[in-house]
């Protein structure tokens, strides 16, 4: 399963508000440098557990545990957080990258984990994980997340570790999905140095509910939250696509990330390591289509992946897997609009990641070289989705103006901290 997975980065930024005031009249610079060391002692500690993930990639079947470590880079942002909460800029983001806006490929010799910690002049610390998709899936970052900040805060009291086994890792998906030889790897549909353009999209509850109302119909009286935001997204992008055509009507394909952790039975429990991704392939034909449609075909797309998705995947070693013969073709020659989204709602990011100075105020995604992919994760309060959106710069300027869109969706709000649920924004002890 690995190895059919796109080699590329994907970086987690968790961005925290640390009060200080009862830490006595140490400078920031002293607290940062507490706040450092316990990351590594706590990192050093936790890759014990996940050893693999200081690995490198030695070549297409295996990795290297070479004892190396993880690179840990520090950084000081000049700003105060305040500043990007205000209006979250994804170009800042870049300075918490460790890659800055190159996003290369996770390939041979290419390290599976780095970490970067940026101090704000306010106190505040952004920490991103760089994690290469060769080995490690959204659901496995989580799980490391969770580790390393049980172990920080363990650390924290100076006690041993001892975590339930929840929390560590479970080394299985190598022995269910071996590797091939005869494997065809993620269809890519861009070019590396293709330009892209990011926005960010906040749908509250109250839009939501109201969205999921609108696209009800008799064949599905109750959209997801999930289908019925992607539908609007996907509706909204092909459209956008179209006008930049000259108004050419085109089918589409939308892969959709299915877990396939809970596909198999018995179904394998959350803190699997290791890529456990699949895809579900919704389409649609030239014409317009209504988000009641757009739903229906989601959804007839993810039954039939859980009905099929898993022996398709072993019998054709390959992650998508196109049953019309014209899409096909069409697909094959480039003719078709071609997106994919993955969601991570549900997935426990803010829960998971205090390191014993709260919760992060905000938790976000940086992708800076695929086109046409959107992210779906859940808001700081719990109650509301934000969206990540990277198109070409053309289609993205016709994308953000929708009013279809807009009408549900606000383009990238302030972060508002005083709304998060049990986010604690102060210091459980000192560093």
Known sequence: MD?????????????????????????????????????????????????????????????????????????????????????????LLSEFHPFGKEGPVAGKDSPLLIVQATFFKCGGVAIATCASHVLIDGMSLATFINCWAATARVDDHHQPSKLPASMLPHYVTASLFPASEAVSSYPLRFSPSERVEFNRFVFDASKIAQLKAEVSSETIPRPSTVEAITALIWKCAR?????????????????????????????????????????????????????????????????????????????????????DQSIRDKFER?????????????????????????????????????????MLMGTNDGTGVEVLVSLSPEDMVLFQRNQELLAFATLNPPVDVNEAKNVSLGLRSSL
């Open 3 to 91: 190895q059919i997975n796109y080699p590329m980065y994907t970086t987690g930024v968790f961005i925290y508000k640390v009060n200080h005031d009862d830490e006595g009249d140490d400078d920031l610079s002293v607290k940062a440098g507490r706040i450092s060391r316990r990351l590594k002692s706590s990192l050093s500690e936790t890759l014990t557990k996940f050893y693999p993930f200081a690995g490198k990639v030695k070549d297409d079947v295996s990795i290297e545990c070479n004892d190396d470590g993880v690179e840990f880079i520090e950084g000081r942002a000049n700003g105060f957080l305040s500043q990007y909460l205000q209006e979250p800029d994804h170009n």
């Open 239 to 323: 459209t956008a696509s179209r006008s930049n055509r000259g108004g050419s009507p085109r089918p589409s394909l939308l892969l959709q990330g299915a877990n396939f952790r809970t596909e198999l039975v018995p179904p394998l429990p959350d803190n699997s390591v290791g890529n456990c991704v699949g895809y579900a392939v919704a389409q649609t034909g030239e014409k317009e289509t209504k988000l009641q449609d757009l739903i229906c075909e989601l959804r007839r797309a993810k039954e039939e992946f859980s009905k099929n998705g898993l022996q398709t995947l072993l019998e054709n070693k390959c992650l998508l897997t196109i049953q």
């Open 334 to 374: 480039g003719e078709i609009d071609f997106f994919s989204v993955t969601s991570v709602v549900r997935f426990p990011f803010y829960q998971a990641a205090d390191f014993g100075w709260g919760k992060p105020i905000h938790v976000t995604f940086l992708n800076f070289v695929s086109p046409n992919f959107f």
